[in-house]
């Protein structure tokens, strides 16, 4: 009996060892995302499917907007916003919207893709944040950051935030940060919405923080609209689209290295 | 209790051996007195060794009252190797050794009770001079019945052996407390739990299996704050090295836990299982060879790949622990 049972270890051992060259495996516990929007279903779906949400250019024409399989960050597709911004004085808009339903504070997060420098003459808006005095008013919708594209006299393309309620840009703590073109580049913000001393809102590209603005209100409300746009005017050439994709909005910072899928 | 039992079983033996001088085995006594009888052996010849405790004289008067006194020298003639003893008597502290009709046997005693261990040997000695002829009494006769058959019925082993010489137990349940570390470079972690562990085979080596049942912990890999429960089984081999008053083991296996991990503050949390599997090493004591015991351990498990932790949008975020080092101790059941 005791020269069966060891002879069962010794031939039971070898094969246990063999299940040490197996894969252990993956522990998904998860996600800190509130949303995403990747545009591989080839519509504006994910924008358009959630209450608040829109996709749209005004006026069209000559403004518009496609998913396009031209540029795609991750995946075959992403969001083409055209607009044709002369120097008549006029804004051009495309953009894509969700406003309300979106927590006091969240990181937010979307990528861009410039297939060419473009000279802005007054401004260019790709990344903004709007607030109401009344949440449950929309009559009473406002502006309050806007983070613009500006050319550098060398001519490459750099960052500028816009404070509506300054009416003036506030002092980046880079100074001129370079955007690149023909190449992707990731711009993600953390917004708290606070009428008091706790409001907050940081800006990183591609992963470099390049603003943190603390300590102060930041709105009247809770209530928050956030817009990856193209909203431009005086801009040469005239015509410019920037294509955008993998958006989101996240508990945690998603980084140039976040995933939005498994 | 065991000395009485140890005595009696002398007592019986030696009243066998009492029975067999007027019993069939005479003619096994060795050569009978053709010539001229032969000189009374001298208790110094007949009983030699070092031993003060016990002293062979001593031995000798006990070996008086177990073995009439012509039937034992007749014996000690028919086992003696030359000039030397028959019998030696050796003491080695705890233990001592007697030598009779070339057998060997050691006994314990770690009271150092002289009269005690005398009684001992004795006892012994009286079966190996005339082994083969051991009888246990028969049952009484009534008067009027026919004369006792011819053959005796084998004796039941000497008691003493069996005592003093207790094999270790074929089989061992443990059940016991543990406690857990787990290291790794994104997880450290503790956990408790109770465990339950079987091992059977032979005296050197066998199989053994283990179960452990953990309490949940929350720790954090990677920034993720995490609910872990944790359910370990492991299989391997136990080599044992016996001792008088501890067994000592290692053991050798491979483990596999079932690993669960649940996000405590993600903003979709959700629970999550995978297997845990690495290669297990203890070590450890049982305090006893007794049926009950206590035992205590010390253990490691060595797991090359563990699971990695993933989450969006970080993705993984860390692994499990790369190493859980533990120790557990409580109660063990000995099966024979």
Redesign the interface.
Known sequence: ???R??G???V??PV??V??A?????????????WTARFETADFSEWTGVRGGAAQAFPMPPNMMAVSSTQAHQGSFSAALTITAGPDGAQENAGLVRAGDLPTEAYYSAWYYLPRSVSVGTFWVLFKFRMRTNASDSSTAGELYDMDLATLPSGEMTLRLYDHQTTADLPLDVTEPVVPVEAWFQLEAFYRAASDDTGRLTYWLDGQQVVDISGRPTSPTSWVEWDACSVGENLTPETVTVYIDDC?I??????P?????? | VVRERVLRGGLIAAAALAALGRGPARAAEGPPSLGAPAAPIEPATAIGGPSTCPRPEAVWGELLTLVPHERLEARLRAVARGKAPAVEIFDLGVPYRIIAAGQVREYRDESHDCAYRARIAAVFVALAIDPAELVVPPPPTPPTAAPPAPTPAPAPAPGPDKMMDMPPP?ARLDLGATALAGIGPDDRTGQIGAELRWA????R???EAGLAALLPVDNTVG??R?RQWRLPVD???RARIAGPRVERYGE???S?AL?S???LD??????????????RVAVGLHAARGRFGAFAALGAVL??????????????VGH?PLLWVGATAGASLGFR
Request: charged share 15%.
């Open positions: 009996m005791r020269r049972t060891a069962a270890a010794i039971l051992f246990l060892c299940a040490l197996a894969g252990c495996g993956r522990l998904d516990v998860g996600s800190d995302l509130y989101a996240s508990r945690s910072r998603v980084g290295s976040g995933l939005l899928t498994e | 074929t059977a085979g032979g005296r080596i066998g199989p920034g993720v995490l299989a391997g081999v050798l296996g491979i596999v690993l991990e649940r996000a993600l903003a979709s949390p959700k629970s999550q299982t995978a297997l845990e599997i690495g290669l797991v090359p790949d563990p699971p990695a932790v993933f989450a969006l949008p970080a993705g993984a499990t």
